[in-house]
T-cell receptor, first 114, second 114 residues
Framework: AQSVTQLDSQVPVFEEAPVELRCNYS??????LFWYVQYPNQGLQLLLKYLSGSTLVKGINGFEAEFNKSQTSFHLRKPSVHISDTAEYFC????????????FGKGTRLSVIA | DAGVIQSPRHEVTEMGQEVTLRCKPISGHNSLFWYRQTMMRGLELLIY????????DSGMPEDRFSAKMPNASFSTLKIQPSEPRDSAVYFCASSQGLWGQTQYFGPGTRLTVL
């Protein structure tokens, strides 16, 4: 089975500063990795995903993430955040074969301070 | 594109009552997922369907919960009888295929059981 750990439950950051949201996963097989964002009172929407190929994945809204197999990590980064990036961010993992469900982390609340 | 549609958006009911949540997936998507989100437990997968067939309902908490997908454009999640601990936000998501494919989430139904 797969599992995900999001190391920070809350991350406050000043506007225009860089941010990194950390995600580590556990799996005995190869995986697919995802980052979703949830704005207040909305459903989740996909930011980016890693299926295969280049380990640096670029997503929407200027976010990117890097798959590091040796460290079993998939950290999310943005070089300069905006107030509008304030939201909950979820890392998710699934095995890349078989009928295994998507497993979500507990989420990291990013608060951008003006 | 209308996206995933859920109804109602808010539901307040009394303990013991039957609750039915509804979901219309994105046209052309053949996989549908029901999730529950709470502060304590985060985002939990309850059940998922592929081509209208339930694949895995191991996340359904109790026999009080049931889900159906009578056709490709409609699914229901029913709780009977409801209890206060069922209070949560319930999300429906759909995708074109299973794992590795982007899941598109609806806006959620906020359920409060008094």
């Amino acid at each position: 089975a797969q599992s995900v750990t999001q190391l920070d439950s809350q991350v406050p950051v000043f506007e225009e500063a860089p941010v990194e949201l950390r995600c580590n996963y556990s799996s005995s097989v190869s995986v697919y990795l995802f980052w979703y964002v949830q704005y207040p009172n909305q459903g989740l929407q996909l930011l980016l995903k890693y299926l295969s190929g280049s380990t640096l994945v670029k997503g929407i809204n200027g976010f990117e993430a890097e798959f590091n197999k040796s460290q079993t990590s998939f950290h999310l980064r943005k070089p300069s955040v905006h107030i509008s990036d304030t939201a909950e961010y979820f890392c998710a993992v699934s095995a890349n074969s078989g009928n295994t469900p998507l497993v979500f982390g507990k989420g990291t609340r990013l608060s951008v301070i003006a | 594109d209308a996206g995933v549609i859920q109804s109602p958006r808010h539901e307040v009911t009394e303990m013991g009552q039957e609750v039915t949540l509804r979901c219309k997936p994105i046209s052309g998507h053949n996989s549908l997922f029901w999730y529950r989100q709470t502060m304590m437990r985060g985002l939990e997968l309850l059940i998922y369907f592929n081509n209208n067939v339930p694949i895995d309902d191991s996340g359904m908490p109790e026999d009080r919960f049931s889900a159906k997908m009578p056709n490709a454009s409609f699914s229901t999640l029913k709780i009977q009888p409801s209890e206060p601990r069922d209070s949560a936000v319930y999300f429906c998501a759909s995708s074109q295929g299973l794992w590795g494919q982007t899941q598109y989430f609806g806006p959620g139904t906020r359920l409060t059981v008094l």
